[in-house]
């Protein structure tokens, strides 16, 4: 028993009432007999259902957190015994794998996988992780769980060079890498079945719809709105991790430093966009972690160019000891980074005194602040 079947009765229950609303609605999409269910509003739904955190924007290996679990969220129509679906996406670390031999990529991209998984538990304080599926077939949702498990790199064998792919196994899971699109997907079996659950496809939805928007109904909120979001590089310029600030600014001269000092740089361009983003310059204020837990933080050093904890030790403890696994004494380097899909965090602002930071994958900052706007 993985997840589900260790539920309160109510909350499956609930759980189970609101994959059946979702479902109804499928004529929006589709006049299939097979309902429909859109992997986003699937996520929401369980998080709401099981009182789970939704961790579906922070770029992990898994998608909701319940206490110490993580769960990774899968919809997909269901064959009969077997399903692959992608797992994973490596097109940032390509240049890395592409001129490889067959096995040789495809330990580098177990290796990574692997990597991705363990940061996943360290950044996020999980000791399990789990798929949780919601199978599609006509008039039903099938739910059925299985162990996330890392990649027996001991144990690969069977590389199968296909046109366009690579499969293996591991002796526990099969998978297959998909070279054009540098995704892994990985064969999800279909049994034993947890629960089932009919599904009544509603003939005419945008009806019952108009009916709901013209009633008095108000809408469910968890926490207050995200007003505004930015993304920070935990890098300098040339996408370097520079040996004397930023996250190893522990290693700058001039003073004695503990091993633990370090700040996120926020880029000119990045203040110079978002002026009112952060409260003044050493005003303290609430950054929620990723696992749970709340840094009191503070923006610093002239032109408010650093983020960082008040405790001028917690910030690195967190990011370079419990998340990133560096040793005392070691620089972070960008290529560690890569090697877990991270080189920039998103922060979201809730308001003025209440903030979260989360993990962003490989590019983010790139993304949302084109070169150009470079890295001060």
Not at 147 to 161: F, L, S
């Amino acid at each position: 028993m993985l997840f589900f079947n260790l539920q309160p009765p109510h909350r499956k229950a609930e759980y189970e009432q609101y994959l059946k609303l979702a479902g109804c609605l499928s004529r929006l999409f589709s006049d299939a007999a097979i309902p429909y269910l859109y992997y986003r509003l699937a996520e929401k739904v369980f998080c709401r259902a099981f009182d789970a955190d939704d961790l579906s924007r922070s770029d992990v290996s898994v998608d909701a957190k319940k206490e110490t679990i993580g769960i990774g969220l899968k919809t997909f129509i269901t064959p009969p015994t077997a399903s692959f679906q992608k797992i994973a996406e490596f097109n940032h670390d390509r240049y890395t794998y592409e001129t490889l031999s067959a096995d040789a990529l495809i330990h580098r991209i177990a290796t990574l996988r692997n990597a991705r998984i363990e940061f996943t538990k360290k950044a996020h304080s999980l000791d399990t992780l789990i798929y949780h599926c919601v199978g599609r077939v006509s008039g039903k949702f099938l739910l059925f769980e299985e162990e996330m498990a890392p990649i027996d790199c001991h144990n690969i064998r069977g590389i199968k060079v296909r046109k366009g792919s690579i499969s293996f196994t591991d002796g526990q899971h099969d998978y297959s890498f998909l070279l054009s699109k540098s995704t892994l997907t990985k064969r999800f079996v279909t049994h034993p079945i947890l629960h089932e659950l009919h599904v009544d496809i509603l003939k005419d939805p945008l009806l019952e719809l108009h009916k709901i928007l013209t009633g008095t109904g108000h809408p469910y909120e968890k926490k207050a709105p995200i007003q505004q979001t930015i993304y920070l590089p935990l890098y300098g310029r040339n996408h370097t991790v520079f040996e004397k600030s930023g996250l190893n600014a522990w290693h700058a001269g001039g003073r004695s430093r503990h091993h633990n000092e370090v700040y996120i740089p926020i880029p000119a361009s990045i203040t110079q966009r978002f002026p009112d983003f952060f409260p003044g310059r050493d005003t303290p204020f609430d950054l929620q972690l990723p696992n749970g837990n709340t840094m009191r933080s503070k923006i610093c050093q002239d032109g408010g160019k650093a983020l960082m904890s008040c405790s001028n030790r917690e910030l690195g403890e967190w990011l370079l000891r419990d998340v990133l696994s560096l040793p005392i004494g070691e620089l972070l380097t960008y290529d560690r980074l890569q090697t877990v899909g991270i080189d920039a965090v998103r922060i979201d602002k809730r308001n003025h005194t209440t903030f979260e930071i989360n993990f962003a994958s490989v590019g983010s900052y790139d993304r949302f602040n084109p070169p150009g706007n470079t890295p001060q």
